[in-house]
């Protein structure tokens, strides 16, 4: 069992920064897939960003591309996702998803994901 707890959400003002951490407790998750999403209300919970579990590369949804970046500090067994130029439509939950490997592990799937945090909200007004 892996548990993970998501932090560091809050209302920011469009441009803004935020850093969100996810620490997982149970499991090292050095060899485990991590990947970042979020729900806004009314709508399905999207893929936003993951981190292979084979090689810790990183992939990202489109409409974060070159504004977010997930990282790992395996000696803290915790991942972040750093956020900049942060716009409205960034608001939402956004949880950390932990899964062990497994082969053709589809990174962008919620339901490819085992263990899942609380979520921490993230609001950008304009």
């Known amino acids: 069992q892996v548990q993970l707890v998501e932090s560091g959400g809050g209302l920011v003002q469009a441009g803004d920064s935020l850093r969100l951490s996810c620490v997982a407790s149970g499991r090292t998750i050095s060899s485990y897939a991590m990947g970042w999403f979020r729900q806004a209300p009314g709508k399905e919970r999207e893929f936003v960003a993951a981190?292979?579990?084979?090689?810790?590369?990183?992939i990202y949804a489109d409409s974060v591309k070159g504004r977010f970046t997930i990282s790992r500090d395996n000696a803290k067994n915790t991942v972040y996702l750093h956020m900049n130029s942060l716009k409205p439509e960034d608001t939402a939950v956004f949880y950390c998803?932990?899964?062990?490997?497994?082969?053709?592990?589809?990174?962008?799937?919620?339901?490819?994901?085992?263990?899942w945090g609380q979520g921490t909200q993230v609001t950008v007004s304009s």
């Open positions: 981190s292979r579990w084979s090689d810790a590369t990183t």
């Open positions: 998803a932990a899964s062990a490997p497994a082969s053709n592990f589809q990174y962008s799937r919620p339901s490819a994901y085992a263990y």
